[in-house]
Each structure stands twice: as structure tokens, then as C-alpha cells.
């Protein structure tokens, strides 16, 4: 329909909604510029947000410009679009949309479609036309919500708009490989913390999380013990099933002014009661920044698993591994995608 037409977004995390617009707009414009933002206007707008009130604590930090634009290189290369598309950085709104070149259309989304209005407006100062503007529909997630690069980044949804929470629908006893370490094991006996406490410190000081989740009684009094303290914490005040707390001063957690919960799960499962417990604290901690923990009835043996599953990429949980030490997992997108194949199995 169009020799040139144009596009721009941060594409952070590039996911299914990003794909479906590019490839919409290789349909409409023979030829396509796509103006990427720089690392400098996307530190403006999260300034921004962040004065607003609209940027969450710890949120994970948008990828960097470089591995934006290969992840953005690599998509065209695959569908075929390379040839016909020039990538062009940006710095702020604008981009060449507001030069007087060749470009006869802008492909926006409803999430960018004020931006596009901007543009025009923009332009019309500067004495050039206007260009059409054409909407593109966004892409839902299973929950029939946008997907977004931010639910992403905070843990939500994957890129293709699997929601993780939906993962636990089912409730039912858990298999044998999620009893396995899901991440690098710190072996030491908990109870010698001068042994523990150099790695765990190492450990926390190479991720730099950008949310601290312990699991277990023994790692959430190690950690309150060496004075780092856990965003969220999941307790039963028992040790190998044994009754040895009482309270949360047992364990360190001193003047706690946040929230506790307590939800029901038996041995061996993973109940929707503890999944939404776990989503709905880390959710808290985001809003508020306020500390959160779960006291579960029953045994948190394999509160784990959801905590890295519903977790904001970046953060680091910690949990017990019985008679072997301390297994610290840092929340990504493949371990993500490798706890839900077992889950799907």
C-alpha cells in the first residue's frame, strides 16, 4: 500500500505482540524504517515513570540498546523483512517521522497511537503533511490482557503470553525432578553459618537481585543472621518436619512492619492457595516495598517452585536442600521455560 512507512518502539524482551506488529507493517509499507530508542530516551522514560509513580519496585531494567537491536535484527533476518527494513535510533519521539523524506505512514499500535497523533502534530508545525496513521491490533495473553515487555520483565508472562500463575491450575502432588536442586547448590550444613555465610554473601553480591526470596526457616534465619534481608520470606517454623520455632523473632525478623500471610499446604504439593499467596506477596513487595512473608500450615518444602515461576527476572531465591545446603536459583527466562516443561509433563 506504501513504498515507505515506519514504525518505532523500545522492543525490550522481544516477544509475540512486538513480531505481529513488525510483520503487519511489512504487509502495509513496501519498505519499513523502524526507529529502535536509544538507551538514553528509554532512561528519560523510566525517570519519568518512576516520578509518576508508574515504575513498580523492583522492576527489572529494560536490555540494553545493543541486545535490543540484535534480538530486533535477528527477528527480520528470520521472517525475511531484512532486506526492506532500515533500523534507525532514536532519542526521542520524533525520529526521521518529522523530516521531510519519504515516509508516507506510520504503523502504530493503541499503546503508541498518541505518540503517532504527536508526530503529525509536530509536523504540521514544521509545515510538512501529514503521514497516515494506521492501527495495528495488540496481542493478547491467555488472560486476555496485553502483552507487554514489563509483564515480562516483572514475571507475569512469558513472550509468547503464557501466564505462569495459570501453571498451578491443577492441584495435585508434585513430581520427583521438582524435588531436585533447580539451581547452583551452596553445600555447608546451615546450622555452621560461618561456613554459609561467605557464599551466600557472594552469591547475593554477584546477582545484585532485584528481589531476595528465602524459603525454609534455616535460610531465612541464616540470612537475617548475616543481616541481609529476604523481600519475601516462606516459613513453617519447622525443620525436617520438626516443630523448632515459634515466632518470628526465632528466626531474626525483628520490628516486622510489613505484611504475613498464613496459607495451608500439605507435604509433597503445591496447592493454588500457596501459588496465589506467592504471587499476590511478590506483587505487594512491587507496589508498596514493604517486606512480605508466608507462614505456611503444613510444609513450604516446595514454595520454591512457584516463587521462581511467579518471580520478576533477576531476583534470586533461596532454599533449603536437605542434608546438602543451600540451593540459590537466579530467576530467568530459561529457568522459567525449564520448570514449566516439568510442570507440563
Known amino acids: 500500500m506504501y513504498k515507505l512507512a515506519a514504525l518505532a518502539g523500545t522492543f525490550d524482551h522481544l516477544h509475540k505482540g512486538h513480531g505481529f506488529f513488525i510483520s503487519e507493517a511489512f504487509k502495509l509499507g513496501e519498505k519499513v524504517i523502524i526507529g ?9 522514560k523510566m525517570k519519568r515513570l518512576r ?29 525475511g523483512y531484512y532486506s526492506r527494513a532500515k533500523i534507525v535510533k532514536i532519542d526521542d519521539l520524533y525520529g526521521p517521522a518529522i523530516k521531510n ?12 497511537l ?9 509536523r504540521r508545525e514544521l509545515g510538512l503533511n501529514p503521514l497516515k496513521i494506521l492501527q495495528v491490533p495488540q496481542v493478547m495473553a491467555e488472560d486476555r490482557r496485553r502483552i507487554a515487555s514489563t509483564r515480562i520483565r516483572l514475571g507475569e508472562i512469558d513472550r509468547w503470553g503464557r501466564v505462569f500463575r495459570y501453571k498451578f491450575k491443577v492441584e495435585g502432588k508434585i513430581r520427583e525432578e521438582l524435588k531436585k536442586p533447580l539451581g ?21 553480591g554477584q546477582k545484585s537481585p532485584v528481589m531476595l526470596i528465602t ?3 534455616e535460610v531465612t534465619k541464616l540470612c537475617n543472621e548475616f543481616r541481609i534481608v529476604p523481600q519475601l520470606c516462606i516459613i513453617d517454623f519447622k525443620v525436617a518436619r ?10 531474626y525478623i525483628l520490628n516486622f ?19 496465589k499467596a506467592v504471587e499476590k506477596a511478590i506483587r505487594r513487595y512491587l507496589i508498596t516495598g514493604k517486606q512480605e512473608i508466608i507462614r505456611v500450615i503444613g510444609e513450604e518444602d516446595l514454595a520454591g517452585v512457584p516463587a521462581v515461576l511467579l518471580a520478576s527476572l533477576g531476583s534470586l531465591v533461596l532454599y533449603g536442600q536437605p542434608g546438602e545446603g543451600i540451593v540459590a536459583v537466579e530467576v530467568t527466562e530459561e529457568k522459567k521455560r525449564e520448570i514449566l516443561e516439568i510442570l507440563n509433563e
Open 36 to 44: 529502535l530508542t536509544s538507551d538514553v530516551y528509554v532512561g528519560r
Open 215 to 217: 524459603v525454609g526457616d
Open 51 to 79: 516520578h509518576l509513580g508508574g515504575d513498580r519496585m523492583g522492576s527489572p531494567e529494560v536490555e540494553e540498546f545493543e541486545i535490543r537491536k540484535k534480538e530486533l535484527t535477528d527477528f527480520l533476518k528470520t521472517n
Open 257 to 275: 512492619r510489613g505484611r504475613e500471610k498464613i496459607v495451608y499446604n500439605p507435604a509433597g504439593y503445591i496447592t493454588t492457595r500457596l501459588v
Open 242 to 251: 520438626k516443630k523448632v520455632y515459634s515466632s518470628l523473632e526465632d528466626l
Open 101 to 112: 523524506n519519504e515516509i508516507e505512514a506510520l504503523v502504530v499500535t493503541g499503546e503508541t
Open 114 to 122: 498518541k505518540g503517532g497523533r504527536l508526530v503529525n502534530k509536530k
Open 184 to 204: 547452583r547448590l551452596l553445600q555447608g550444613n546451615p546450622k555452621e553459618p560461618s561456613f554459609l555465610e561467605p557464599e551466600i554473601k557472594k552469591c547475593i
